[in-house]
């Protein structure tokens, strides 16, 4: 059994989880659903970023507390994973203390290490992004990330030394070219290593609400520089040496397109820095877009995922979520091809196809699952499509490509759903053909292998299927070894459920 560490970013917490948030924690769920099917020992972390400037302007828009506005979003978070399946392993929160004392300690050993130092700093700083930029890097005065006013920070602090590690980056990045994931996203930040990296400003001395930095009153640590460490302090970090020893490195960072620098240019050279190795693999999804815009609360266009789910079902959304977008790629959001997802896969393709089988199990053979006889050259097909079907999903799972996963999975659905329309067992049992048995056992085995490849994606769903085709035994604990052919127990009985995926109604969407 091998370690297979992965996460998401920490959310912020200014205000509650939307579309974006529960795309990355879907995908990192799925992946580590999917590596424990592999049979891989998984740590999955999320967790919230809960200090900086923009929390506490937020915090005194409303009124409260900074902290008070820290807990009270983290049950929206964390509630929303629970209805979502999100298995993760650990929440880490950076006002946690386990986490504070390890940027401090971190801070200090840097400054030792002579890669911080004392120095002044000007600069143009955006607080919603938190990130500095220079004079030729603004965009009509703006930020150059969201369009939004930044204002001139001039201030003593300490800064890492960031530029130290420019050539660094760069031979990493040729020597190991996975690690920036997907490919289009590697040329952006070797370029953006080319241009030459200054030394970052690690400290603000005008901030209440951060981590203080040891005996200096008054100054308190950047926000980016404390909310990267949560990948090491959560894995234990100063804490649990063998711990971390087995944990780290992080074998995958999900992270969204906006934060890729930080975590492929900053967060690698902190941890060179330290002395420490470097994670294997940081993947940057897209954006969800509405009607072609970025979603944001500005824009008044988010969709509000509790009401995704509680109206379409958490499988339903994870299922949208991870079909209709290649990871790397931005995705468009709209309720009617959601709907028209729903309809035309879940309830017609898979649904049917697990009502029709059940039903023809019932109605030919009292509920109970026949044993197959001699297998035609029609039915071995069925088999040899299995084997191909496995093969590709694991390698498309392996390259990260859960869309396409999907897409794969669906081609043998429907290759199910065409076979028995090709064998029509209808006919078989007018015929009394002993083929009929040998026809609904390969379509039993057909959604035994179905629900458990499907089970990283749609667990509730899929455990739902495993239970109504007679499976007593519990699909988490499913390996890929128990995709082999073959392995569908005749003489059990099914037990038919309700629909898996009622079909919906049409209807005119103003989106």
């Known amino acids: 059994m091998s370690k297979f560490y992965i996460t998401t970013p920490l959310y912020y917490v200014n205000d509650k989880p939307h579309i974006g948030h529960a795309y990355t924690c879907v995908v990192a769920d799925t992946l580590a659903r999917y590596r424990k099917l592999k049979g891989d020992d998984v740590f999955f972390l999320t967790g919230t970023d809960e200090h900086g400037e923009k929390i506490e ?38 006002t946690e203390e386990r986490h504070i004392k390890v940027v401090q300690k971190f801070f200090q050993n840097l400054v030792s290490f ?13 607080v919603p992004c938190e990130s500095f930029w220079t004079k030729t890097q603004l965009k009509d005065d703006k930020c150059p990330e969201c369009n939004r006013e930044v204002h001139k920070l001039e201030e003593e602090g300490y800064f890492f030394k ?29 370029n953006f290593v080319k241009e030459g990296l200054k030394d970052l400003c690690i400290t603000r001395s005008k901030l209440s609400w951060g981590i203080p930095v040891a005996e200096e009153p008054g100054l308190s640590i950047y926000v980016w520089f404390d909310a990267l460490l949560n990948y090491i302090s959560a894995a234990g970090y100063l804490d649990d040496e063998k711990r971390f020893k087995y944990l780290w490195p992080a074998d995958v960072h999900f992270v969204g397109k906006d934060i890729l620098k930080f975590h492929a240019v900053i967060w690698p050279s902190l941890l060179l820095a330290a002395g420490l190795s470097l994670p294997r693999k940081v993947f940057a999804h897209g954006w969800w877009m509405a009607e072609g815009r970025k979603m944001s609360k500005s824009l008044g266009n988010v ?21 209709e977008i290649s990871p790397g790629l931005d995705g468009n959001f709209s309720i009617s091809a959601m709907e028209k997802r729903f309809n035309a896969d879940l309830a017609n393709d898979l649904g049917n196809l697990l009502n029709r089988t059940i039903s023809m199990v019932e109605q030919y053979f009292q509920g109970v699952v026949p044993d197959s006889n001699q297998p035609r050259e029609m039915d071995d097909q069925v088999v040899e499509d299995a084997v191909k079907i496995l093969q590709r999903v694991n390698e498309l799972m392996e390259k990260l490509d859960f869309s396409l996963a999907l897409e794969a999975i669906w081609q043998f659905i429907n290759r199910a759903n065409k076979y028995i329309e090709d064998a029509q067992p209808w006919r078989l049992k007018k015929e009394n053909s002993p083929a009929l048995n040998t026809v609904l056992w390969t379509l039993m085995e057909s959604l035994r292998i179905v629900a458990i490849l499907i089970f990283p994606f749609m667990p509730c769903k899929a455990a739902e299927m495993y239970s109504q085709i007679g499976m007593d035994d519990k699909i988490e604990e499913k390996r890929l070894s128990d995709l082999k052919w073959g392995l569908m127990k005749p003489g059990i009985s099914v037990r038919k459920g309700n629909p898996l995926f009622p079909r919906i109604e049409f209807y005119n969407h103003k989106e």
Request: charged share 25%; proline share 3%; aromatic share 14%.
């Open 57 to 94: 302007a937020e915090a005194n828009k409303r009124n409260v507390k900074p902290q008070e506005l820290a807990d009270g979003m983290v049950v929206h978070f964390k509630n929303l994973w629970q209805s979502l399946s999100i298995s993760y392993d650990d929440f880490i929160r950076t």
């Open 114 to 126: 002579g890669d911080i130092y004392k120095g002044k700093y000007s600069g143009w700083y955006c």
């Open 162 to 190: 960031l530029s130290k590690y420019g050539d660094v980056l760069l031979q990493y990045y040729n020597e190991h070219p996975d690690f920036i994931n997907p490919s289009s996203r590697r040329s952006e930040v070797i």
């Open 303 to 323: 969709m509000d995922t509790d009401v995704l789910v509680k109206k379409y079902g958490a499988d339903a959304l994870r299922y949208f979520l991870l079909r």
